[in-house]
Structure formats: C-alpha cells, structure tokens
C-alpha cells in the first residue's frame, strides 16, 4: 500500500482553523502520511506571526464533515431551457482527537472538503503496524541502536533472585511458545521447575501461569499475578499450578487470592471453563473478591464523562449529574481502594498475594501496578515509574494496540476496547494530588504518557505483547519513548518533591476522589495562569528547601484513617474463604 494513493488532496490553501479557547487563524493545510500541518500568516511581520499545527493523523479518533455556503449559478441552455451549476462552496472539517481536543477547519470548495476529510478518515485508519509512524520517525538528535535500555524486567527480577534466593529467573517462555503475552523472562519460585510451569500455564487462561510481580523489600512478601484458572463446572485440578503456589507459603506463611471479578461472575466463568481456585486444592490461600470494571463498560463511562466535559451548556446540577451518570470516578475509588487492599495484605497482614481477573491483562496489572505506587517510593519516582510500566504493562501483555484503537469520540465501538491505562494514571494523579510532596514527577508527565498510549511517534506502547513487538522488530526499526523523556526530564519533575519512604495510603472517601480537571478539561480552559504558577513555584524552591515534616505526618494521618476503614482484610467473613 502506498500512502499516496490515500491522498486525494495534499495541499489547500486558505483553510480556517478554529480551536477552543484561541483565536481563529487561516492558513495552508498540508496532508502528508502521518501528519496534518497547517501553516499560518495571522498578520504582523517576523516569526512571531507564524504558526504552524502539526497533527499526527493517528490522533485523529473521527472525523465529522459537512458542507455549506452553497451558490448556484443558472444559465440558458443551448434548447433554450435553463442550467444550473455549482459555482462555489465551502465545508467544515471536525476532527475530534483522542488527545480530547476538538478542531474544526473551513475548507473552501466542497471537493475539496470531502477529499481532505477522506484521506485523514483513511489514513488515520491504517491498521498495520509497520506501517505507523513509529516506523518511519528518525529525529537527528537519537540514534535506533542507543534508542532501547536494557531489559529492565531482567535486571529488576535478577536483583530479586538473587537477593532472596527463594526465586529464579526462568526462560521457560524464550520463544514465547509457552504463554504467547508473557515476556521471554519470567520469576517463578526456585523449587517449580520448568516442567511444572508448562503444565500450570495450560491450566490458566490464555496460558497466563503465575509469575512474581514485586516483591516487598520491608518484609519479603511477595505478590503475583496471573490469569482465572481452567476449573471448568467439573472442578478440575492441576497439581503442578497447585504446587507453584504452594511453594510460596512453604514455612507456615498464609496468602490471599485478590480476583478482581466479583463472585457471581467468577461462578459464571466456572460455566464457561474458567472460575477460581478452590480451597480444598490450594490450602493456606483465602480468596477476597473486589469487582472492577473493564471493556465495554468502562469505555462507555470514558465517553459519557468527555462528553459532559465538552458540554458549555450545563449548568452546575446538570454538569454534576452527568458527572456522577459517567460513573469515572466510581471507577477511579474502586480502582484505589482494590490497590489498597493489595498493599495492605502485604504490608500489614504480611501475606503472599495472589491477583488475577478473567485473562489477566488489564484490571489485574491495574492492581498490581498500583499497589506498587503505594508501597514503594522507587515507584514513585521518575524512574521508577518507567521501569514499573515496563515490568507491569507493557512486557507484562497489556493490549495497548486493540485497548487504545480508539478513544472517546469513535464512532465504532469495538468490544476490544477500555481506557484501562488511563484509569491508573488518573489514580496515579490522584495520589499526587493527596500526596503533594511524594511523586517526583509532576501532572505533565501524565498527561504525556496518556496521549502517547493512544497516539504517539515512538514504538514504545507498539503492539499488544513483547511476542508482537518482536516479530514486527519494534527495538530494531522504532525508538524507545523513555530517551526523549528522560531528555526533558526538567520539564515533567515535581518541584516539591521529598522523598519519603513510607507507605502513602490515600483516602478513598468519595469527597476525596475529585475529577482530573488538567486532562479532561484542559482544552476546555487555557491552562497558562496554571503554568505560571507552577514556573514560579519551581523558582521559590530552587532557592528554598521544602518542609521535610509535612508530608511524613499527612502520611501517618492516612495511614490511621485508612485502618479504620471498611477496606480491611476481612478475617471472619465466610464468603471471603476459598
């Protein structure tokens, strides 16, 4: 396929742009393979007059056209009867971007209108891989073969290995031919040989066995994750899965089984060859369930919440009530309080952890990466968070590809997708703002990785598995996103920071969960009295030191309003037992 065949019509001149909250401006509106520009001259003389918008038409989530300003000129025909034809007209371009923004050219001449808007609506649609920008974007200042770190997962896994001695690393799935959305390394308890591994992952959805996520320095508890097992109505059984888990309470240690499903869905899987782990085959685990929401209802209450944010005709009751109807920040507190729980059973209860959903590759690495954040201050930090997305999203199998297709203005609604990536960056986000002084980096850094998961020039959320990353030769023909991040390091740092190496346990109360107003209305509002002040902040404490105290007594404030909380591990409830 050659993109040229694509474009209908490459260059228009005289195009009107019209954004919220900025001037109109008109200038010349290029079409090349992956970009969108529009060149301006808004009037003066110098650069400062000149403005040029570059899109990458992968942001681009629909297109809505339609034509006005139609004139019609009649003239004699050649029998004496009247013709009529169309002189002139102009139409209007929407495109709604999965950033959230909203733009809308005028394009002069109806032909051309419905040209421009054909060729973004088919190159905005190209499904294949290697045919997306990432391929093709080679900036002067990187270079591909310095462009990928090194396997972080393996030298964060190796450390532990070899720290505890109870772990190994296993490349038992080199070949990706024992689970296909499982990396080439894994973590397995160093008594389970290979043998038992490949049996365990037939016994688990989607071949996803249990594997170590983290492993918590303060105690050595330990938390994995993994898919629902193949229990079946027959109840069946698999020795080998029983005895990785087994493995991990040698010595007398107890665990939970966190599924994030609830129990009637997870009886319902039971009936279609799934379910959960019974308690008679795995003794010493107790099994808690705390339902969360993935797929299709939680895309649709992505899209009912950007619909009420670009909505300037609600008044406040209205604007509350399509709030609350969206269901996002319900989504947001169970998201939360789920990871609380993980941390707390660990922390607190000083238990082995066990998360799994149905496939175990959204709602599950939620958990456990969120868990992570609240645990440990290395997570927390710039790099820390780098290296927990690698561990925990992008090598653990999250399908960024078929997840974030699409955001919330697509008219298609495949069931593939769910914004389940942005759901843990806004507690993420939550947790910055509860937690003023903890997280090194700052609300941009967010921002920034939501709008390169759904569109972005690096190669970095490519595809939905290491497996596919490998065969399409990501590491070898794209660049890594953490390079030019790290690059800009000083632009995405919280200048508040201090680090504090307890665990931050937000409150979930739902006064205490508020909407992330610098991503769903930041495009509503011009954010540059906001910018003022956070550079004017960075230039206060650059020459003061921030208190050290605040943030310590804040978190042991948390940590005893979270105990009493009804997030407990529940140690007498019978439907909790396995």
Known sequence: MEFAELIKTPKVDHVGLTRPGLPPVTGTLCITSHHILLSSQAGGSGEESQMELWLLIRNVDAVEKSVQNLTWYQSA????????????ASGTITL???????????VPGMEECLNVASSIE???????????YPFFYRPLSMKLEDGWPLSTLEQYYQQIASETGTWRLSYVNEDFGVCPTYPSAVVVPATVDDGALRKSACFR??????????????????????????????RKRCREDELLLS??????????????????????????????EHRSSYPGWKRLHRPLERGRPLQESFVKLVEACNDPSLNMDRWLTKLEASRWLAHVKEALSTACLAAQCMERERACLLVHGA???DTTLLVTSLAQVILDPECRTMAGLQSLLEREWIQAGHPFCLRCAHAAYSHARPKQEAP?????????????RQFPFSLEFSERLLVTLFEHSYASPYGT???NSERERKLCEVKAKTHSLWPWLNSEKQKYLNPLYVHNPLVIWPSVEPQSILLWQGLFLRWARSSHYLDEVWTEIQKIVGKTHPPRMCETASTETATQTFSERKTKVPHNSSNDHL
Request: aromatic fraction near 6%; hydrophobic fraction near 40%.
């Open 77 to 88: 025909g050649t029998n004496g009867s009247r013709e009529s034809r169309l002189t002139s």
């Open 96 to 106: 709604k971007c999965k950033d959230l923004r909203i733009l809308q050219l005028e």
């Open 122 to 132: 088919a190159l905005s649609s190209v499904e294949s891989v290697m045919m997306m």
């Open 205 to 234: 959805h989607g071949r996803r066995f249990p594997v170590l996520s983290y492993c918590h320095r303060k105690n050595r508890m330990v938390m994995l994750r993994s898919s629902q097992p193949l229990v079946g109505p027959n």
């Open 247 to 276: 493995a991990m309470l040698e010595g007398g240690g107890r665990g939970f089984i966190l599924d994030t499903r609830s129990a009637q869905a997870a009886k319902q899987a039971q009936m279609m060859g799934g379910g959960t």
């Open 359 to 361: 496939e175990g590759t």
């Open 420 to 432: 389940t990536f942005l759901l843990f960056l806004d507690c993420v986000w939550q947790l910055g």
């Open 461 to 463: 959320f490519l595809c």
